[in-house]
């Protein structure tokens, strides 16, 4: 009888853990999980449409701030006869008596010493706004005495593909709406999405 004891102890204590064999096996089995999902998720298009989200939040944040401007100054940074209002009527290319025709179309970034310090000093915009310069720099404006258009071109698949991403760049510096068999299209870069 001590004998079989014996002998079932050390069966019991030997099979506490697992063989080498077992422990290749799951992690083979993980490693196959885990390349599917990389492959399913496909991180750099995540990582594209992160981008395009900061950019498009920029974007609107820029537009909705020269309406906030518009409220209270009956006119747009560009429509006014002050420093900034002068210099950024030249960039912008609205100006007092353009009639709301864009003569131009800017990079954001561009603006950063004209346009945007009016509406810093304004308090419409905080004054880390003009920190993002990768992100302005993604951003095309252009203007008339009543109106701002901010737009970029997505780089993301999902954010191209976006019923809201049909706008070109057209003869006269302003975006206008592409025919619906050019924009959205998931491979095109030269279609825009805009905030008015």
């Not at 004891?5 to 993980?30: C, D, M, N, P, Y």
């Not at 353009?98 to 905080?126: A, F, M, R, Y």
């Not at 999902?158 to 924009?183: E, L, M, R, Y």
Request: glycine share 8%; aromatic share 8%.
């Amino acid at each position: 009888m001590k004998f079989f004891s014996a002998q079932f102890l050390r069966k019991t204590h030997s099979s506490k853990g697992f063989t080498l064999i077992e422990l290749l096996v799951v992690i083979g089995i993980l490693g196959i999980l885990a390349t599917a999902l990389v492959a399913t998720i496909d991180p750099f298009e995540q990582l594209k449409k992160a981008s395009d989200a900061n950019v498009k939040n920029t974007a609107v944040e820029f537009v909705d701030s020269n309406i906030r401007y518009y409220t209270t100054h009956n006119a747009l940074p560009w429509g006014m006869t002050d420093t900034y209002g002068a210099q950024c009527g030249t960039d912008v290319g609205g100006g007092q008596g353009s009639n709301n025709t864009p003569t131009s179309t800017v990079n954001l970034v561009s603006l950063t010493n004209s346009c945007l310090s009016e509406l810093i000093q304004d308090g419409e915009l905080k004054t880390a706004f003009t920190s993002a310069a990768g992100v302005l720099s993604s951003i095309l404006i252009t203007g008339g005495t009543n109106s701002v258009t901010a737009c970029f071109a997505p780089q993301s698949r999902a954010q191209k593909n976006d019923v809201n991403t049909k706008f070109k760049v057209s003869g006269n510096n302003s975006f206008t709406v592409a025919p619906s068999n050019q924009c959205p299209n998931a491979t095109a870069t030269d279609c825009y999405w805009c905030a008015q």
